[in-house]
């Protein structure tokens, strides 16, 4: 496979020079190192400027509704466990409306990599502050800067024991590449979050976060929990990209039910006929 390989015709919607062109290119190459065709992967999104990305990519892909990507995605992997599914998210909808979603996926465990680009606001609806954005921004919506504390997520995912917490850049598209393609082959939740500078309402330019943007050192160990937190804390004058943070092994959600189905996945089984849904249905008037 190539990356042209996930390439379509539909028309690009993002501002000219949006980072998101990046996290695109770094999707594209990953599915084509992974070798996997079109008709093997899933993306699945819900509503922003980062809930486009599926449309750009040919593949099967589920849009739905705001921040409700992960369970339409845990769906799909429990119902189809060959396919590769990714969910492509924004700190708006992944971290905020979809919050809930993804802290109970960590609990959950399916195997999808959740992509989060975090641009630090709702860039879709003109940038208003979202969770990620750092106290005192002022935006679009918050005049006088934002109030509160930006969420923790990395944190948090490594303390649930997530088995794959990494931070990408959108500029680094090889980096980016070799992280997804990491968390792809991770069985379980793999939790990516890529920082993506806004051109057209982020208050730093693109350039802000380049002088920052350091690799982590090659001796880190992703299974040194402590160091891993210390890592994942929203930081302002560092900013380290890679793998953060490895967990132990633990069960993935989908095998539960494949271990009440006998192995058989939804998706190898005959479809079930219209006067059985009828007559299961009656059972339940009565
Ligand atoms: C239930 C619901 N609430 C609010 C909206 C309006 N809305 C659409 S996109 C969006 C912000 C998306 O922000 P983010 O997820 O950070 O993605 P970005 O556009 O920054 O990539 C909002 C609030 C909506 N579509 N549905
Ligand atoms: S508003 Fe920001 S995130 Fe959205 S397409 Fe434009 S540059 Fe990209």
């Avoid at 190539?2 to 190459?29: D, H, M």
């Avoid at 971290?95 to 399916?110: I, T």
Wanted: charge should be neutral.
């Amino acid at each position: 496979m190539e990356p042209e390989t996930y390439r379509n015709e539909v028309e690009n919607q993002w501002c000219p020079g949006c980072t998101n062109f990046g996290i695109l290119a770094a999707v594209r190459k990953a599915l084509a190192a992974l070798d996997l065709a079109p008709h093997e992967v899933c993306l699945v999104s819900g509503i922003g400027q980062a809930a486009k990305l599926p449309h750009y990519v040919r593949s099967n892909v589920f849009n739905g509704l705001h921040g409700r990507a992960i369970p339409a995605a845990t769906g799909i992997k429990v119902a189809n466990p060959a396919l590769t599914v990714l969910v492509t998210t924004g700190d708006g909808d992944g971290y905020g409306e979809g919050g809930n979603h993804l802290l109970h996926a960590l609990r959950r465990n399916p195997d999808i990599t959740v992509v989060v680009h975090n641009n630090e606001l709702y860039a879709l609806t003109k940038g208003q502050g979202s969770p990620t954005t750092p106290v005192g921004e002022k935006t679009r919506l918050q005049f006088t800067g934002v109030e509160i504390e930006p969420i923790e997520i990395l944190a948090t995912a490594i303390v649930h024991g997530c088995g794959f917490v990494a931070r990408g850049y959108a500029g680094e598209i090889d980096h980016l590449s070799d992280l997804l393609v990491q968390a792809i082959r991770h069985r379980g939740l793999s939790l990516v979050d890529v920082v993506q500078p806004c051109v057209t309402w982020g208050e730093r330019p693109p350039a802000w976060y380049r002088e920052r943007i350091e690799k982590l050192p090659a001796d880190h160990d992703p299974r040194d929990r402590a160091a891993a937190l210390g890592l994942a804390a929203s930081q302002r004058e560092r900013i380290p990209i890679g793998i953060l943070y490895e967990g132990p092994p633990r069960l993935v959600f989908a095998d539960r039910h494949l271990k009440r189905t006998s192995g058989r996945a939804l998706a190898s089984l005959e479809p079930v006929k219209e006067d059985e849904i009828t007559s299961r249905l009656a059972r339940f008037r009565r």
